[in-house]
């Protein structure tokens, strides 16, 4: 198992950025493709990004490709997510997941695909 902790996470002006991590503790983070979502209360969870386990390949929600890159350390069993051009509507609780892949296979962008998650960080950005 893999437990995650998310941090970086604040109050932004519209136009401001932020960079939010995800820590990783327990077996092998390079073993697993990670991902990042986004989930308001009582809505669906949204795909943002995601990761493969080497980090060669990544994958964007339309949404935020262009403003938002992720990116992972596997020395320091962490993953990024730099968050440009913010935008009111990107306010939300962003989640990191994790998938354990036993090949480098693509990141998925589906949020069932993901078995581990952390309890989430909450981003606000003010217009």
């Known amino acids: 198992q893999v437990q995650l902790v998310e941090s970086g996470g604040g109050l932004v002006q519209a136009g401001g950025s932020l960079r939010l991590s995800c820590a990783a503790s327990?077996?092998?983070?390079?073993?697993?493709?990670m991902g990042w979502f986004r989930q308001d209360p009582g809505k669906e969870r949204e795909f943002v990004a995601a990761?493969?386990?080497?980090?060669?390949?990544?994958v964007y929600a339309a949404s935020v490709k262009g403003r938002f890159t992720i990116s992972r350390d596997n020395a320091k069993n962490t993953m990024y997510l730099q968050m440009n051009s913010l935008k009111a509507e990107d306010t939300n609780v962003y989640y990191c997941?994790?998938?354990?892949?036993?090949?480098?296979?693509?990141?998925?962008?589906?949020?069932?695909?993901?078995?581990?998650w952390g309890q989430g960080t909450e981003v606000t950005v003010s217009s």
């Open positions: 990761i493969s386990r080497s980090g060669e390949q990544t």
């Open positions: 997941a994790a998938r354990f892949t036993w090949s480098n296979v693509a990141a998925s962008t589906k949020s069932d695909d993901y078995a581990y």
């Open positions: 327990g077996r092998t983070f390079s073993t697993y493709n």
